[in-house]
């Protein structure tokens, strides 16, 4: 399996354009989390998708961020403008749910550095 | 909320023994985990626990006791690759989310 795929690995944009990340998590996982990792406040969940529905996105900053997941597939986060304070690692994260009483430990994919200048 | 507590640095020798504690105050509890992370890479799953005790793998034993809100992270025979941040991850409510402590930064000396 080539587990979770993370594109870009990198991505360096100017304050106000739109950043878009993108996540293929592992083939038969239902469920997908989108974590942000900072110095200061270490890896926070952005928004977590089951079965391709998002669940609970409390943890999406404001407005300018946007998840989506159309498929079983793919998902994209979006930040529309982007400001310097974004900048950080965000990690694609996802899971096969578990059974009774269990949780499945999430599988992360390698990150994208973004860089807001 | 949730409120995980575990030391931001440790240093230990190559060979030894090391004990990295996690404490939490937490509602619906469903699960501990430990994840390992080298710098610039990802977290990558150490072990999980959601009864009581200690579940050992290879050099790695996690424990975990639910009625204190604790668990520890025991690494043996320390080598230099374990030189890492290890994060201790608490799985609450029914949606089963995972929120992250801040993470403990283990050096290992020669």
């Known amino acids: 399996d080539a587990g979770v795929i993370q594109s870009p690995r990198h991505e360096v944009t100017e304050m106000g354009q739109e950043v878009t990340l993108r996540c293929k998590p592992i083939?038969?996982?239902?469920?997908l989390f989108w974590y942000r990792q900072t110095m200061m406040r270490g890896l926070e969940l952005l928004i977590y998708f089951n079965n391709n529905v998002p669940i609970d996105d409390s943890g999406m900053p404001e407005d300018r961020f946007s998840a989506k997941m159309p498929n079983a597939s793919f998902s994209t986060l979006k930040i529309q403008p982007s400001e310097p304070r974004d900048s950080a690692v965000y990690f694609c994260a996802s899971s096969g749910g578990g059974g009774r009483g269990q949780s499945s430990p999430l599988h992360f994919g390698n990150g994208t550095r973004l860089t807001v200048t | 909320g949730q409120n995980i507590d575990q030391p931001t640095e440790m240093t230990a020798t190559e060979g030894a023994i090391v004990q990295i504690n996690c404490t939490y105050q937490?509602?619906?509890?469903?699960?501990l985990f430990w994840y390992q992370q080298h710098a610039g890479e990802a977290p990558t799953f150490l072990s999980y626990?959601?009864?009581?005790g200690l579940e050992e793998k290879g050099r790695f034993s996690s424990f975990l006791s639910r009625s204190k809100g604790y668990s520890y992270l025991l690494l043996k025979e320390l080598q230099m690759k374990d030189s890492a941040s290890y994060l201790c991850?608490?799985?609450?409510?029914?949606?089963?989310?995972?929120?992250f402590g801040s993470g403990t930064q283990l050096t290992v000396l020669p």
């Open positions: 083939s038969g996982h239902n469920s």
């Open positions: 626990n959601v009864l009581d």
């Open positions: 937490t509602s619906g509890f469903n699960g």
């Open positions: 991850a608490v799985v609450t409510g029914s949606a089963r989310q995972l929120t």
